[in-house]
Nanobody, 122 residues
Framework: QVQLVESGGGLVQAGGSLRLSCAAS????????MGWYRQAPGKQRELVAT???????NYADSVKGRFTVSRDNAKKTVYLQMNSLKPEDTAVYYC????????????????WGKGTLVTVSS
């Protein structure tokens, strides 16, 4: 069984910063791409940022230059540093990871965390 647990969400004023963390645990053989998605009220879930096992990154245009994704492979943890936050960044942020488990080492499946709420006030 695999779990992704996010932390670090909260309320912040516009222009402020937050750092999200997501730790993977359980019967993990290998972690591939990890990343963050978000879903604002009334909107579809959208990509925020992803990072490969070797450190290659991809960002949504709306967060480029403000957000930084990173990971610690030894800790099986992915981070999202969010700076210069805007009210439109308000959303539930979800961690995502492609994981091969001990019982299915040749197959990567997508796993999701339960989400952490980020609220940016104007």
């Amino acid at each position: 069984q695999v779990q992704l647990v996010e932390s670090g969400g909260g309320l912040v004023q516009a222009g402020g910063s937050l750092r999200l963390s997501c730790a993977a645990s359980g019967s993990i053989f290998s972690l591939n791409v990890m990343g963050w998605y978000r879903q604002a009220p009334g909107k579809q879930r959208e990509l925020v940022a992803t990072i490969t096992g070797s450190g290659g990154t991809n960002y949504a245009d709306s967060v480029k230059g403000r957000f930084t994704v990173s990971r610690d492979n030894a800790k099986k943890t992915v981070y999202l540093q969010m700076n210069s936050l805007k009210p439109e960044d308000t959303a539930v942020y979800y961690c995502n990871a492609a994981i091969a488990t001990m019982t299915g080492r040749s197959t990567y499946n997508q796993y999701w965390g339960k989400g952490t709420l980020v609220t940016v006030s104007s």
